[in-house]
């Protein structure tokens, strides 16, 4: 739904103080509250066969991504699509740690090796350290088991190439963890640029930014080659890929702390026939979360939304603030008259949401899933060359 306004855009008062004090998911968070899914996002109609939606067996491996407690809290908000069955945390000493938080409250917990046994267990979603993504995945894959494995999808090439095939070889729904692929503004985006609306694009730059201070936090990043790109700016990545295809070339910039060694000031340049894209991400600014935002220019126009999301709910509403989008056309089209238009749109409930909503419908033959293995194939060698461990070959 968009309601079209003409005021000036910005976030509530009191949003950058509240933003920085939530560097990761909260795991003491009180589970919300169910959701129902024909309420997800006004006006979209849910897909249907005509007979009641057969809940999926879901469960957790692992607590210790950073969006796990985050998946876990939207799983128990869709007890109309997902039976959670239970949690499996990555070893006894992280179950001792996690066991009493409020998102998972009331939830059994198994082995690793107990839960890939679970008679009638369907689906997984994989939140493991992003070192051990992997090689759950692989496992769940020969299992049969549907996955929403988080992101990004391994350090090693070849290694995601083997979950893939595994996933392949066992008919296994594999859905990646970058959440923007549905985001309203984002797809609006997408639709603006199949459509011709701003022409043809020659600019596109987008900011994934924090203000990671905690030395524990900057401590575990920098053990991965990239940092701040390789964690945050895949979902940046993943999203150019969707939107300008593979670049012919890939440029990577960083100046890593010189006192911690982490990558946290990095900037990749991607290079298209007739366009450039930028995706930059500093862990350095204060406001850093307020100033994620999404640009891109054409020849017949420009669409700016700034920021990228909103994941607080407004203390008054209860609701998500609406996504700030800015259209500017230089001519009419089928929706919209030329000149700016200052555009709210009305996101999802929840951060993730849209996405398990997507992956329960694809598992039951309800929503075809757009993004093949191969694909998820090509958009992880543009993370991989973007964050510095390979070369890029276009």
């Known amino acids: 739904m968009i309601r079209r306004t003409f005021l000036q855009t910005g976030l509530a008062a009191g949003t950058v103080g509240f933003m920085a004090g939530i560097q990761n998911a909260d795991a003491n968070t009180e589970v919300k509250s169910h959701v129902n899914v024909s309420e997800i996002l006004p006006g979209t109609p849910i897909p249907t066969d005509g007979k009641p939606f057969q809940k999926i067996k879901i469960a957790q491996f692992g607590v210790r991504h950073e969006h796990a407690s985050g998946k876990m809290n939207t799983l128990r908000m869709l007890p109309d699509l997902f039976e959670i069955v239970g949690i499996a945390a990555e070893s006894p000493e992280e179950e001792a740690k996690h066991k009493n938080d409020g998102v998972y409250r009331g939830l059994k917990w198994y082995s690793k090796e107990e839960l890939l046994n679970l008679p009638g267990l369907e689906a997984a979603a994989v939140e493991t350290e992003m070192t051990e993504l992997l090689p759950t995945a692989i496992k769940c894959a020969e299992r049969g088991l549907h996955m929403h494995v988080d992101k990004p999808l391994g350090q090693d090439l070849e290694e995601c190439r083997k979950m893939l095939e595994a996933c392949r070889t066992n008919n296994v729904i594999m859905q990646p963890g970058y959440m923007f692929r549905t985001n309203q503004a984002f797809r609006l985006l997408l639709k603006a640029v ?201």
Request: proline fraction near 5%; aromatic fraction near 12%.
């Open 194 to 394: 199949k459509k011709g609306w701003l022409g043809e694009i020659h600019d596109v730059a987008l900011d994934m930014c924090r203000n990671d201070v905690s030395p524990g936090f900057r401590k575990w990043l920098a053990t991965y080659r990239g940092g701040g790109m390789y964690d945050f700016g895949s979902h940046l990545i993943d999203y150019v890929v969707e939107l300008l295809g593979m670049p012919k070339e890939i440029h990577v910039f960083e100046k890593p702390d010189p006192n911690d060694g982490l990558s946290d000031n990095t900037l990749s340049v991607m290079l298209y026939e007739k366009a450039i894209a930028e995706i930059r991400v500093s862990l350095r600014k204060i406001d850093g979360f307020a100033r994620r935002r999404l640009a891109a220019h054409g020849t017949k126009g420009s669409f700016t939304v700034d920021p990228i999301e909103a994941w607080w709910h407004d203390p008054a509403t209860k609701k998500l603030p609406p996504l700030n989008v800015r259209l500017t056309l230089a001519e009419d089209n089928e929706e919209f008259p030329k000149g700016t238009h200052e555009l709210k749109l009305e996101p999802y409930s929840d951060r993730y949401i849209g996405q398990l909503t997507d992956f329960a419908y694809y598992i039951r033959g309800l929503k075809e899933n757009p993004y093949t293995l191969d694909y998820e194939l090509e958009v992880q060698k543009v993370i991989l060359a973007a964050s510095g461990y390979i070369k890029w070959v276009g």
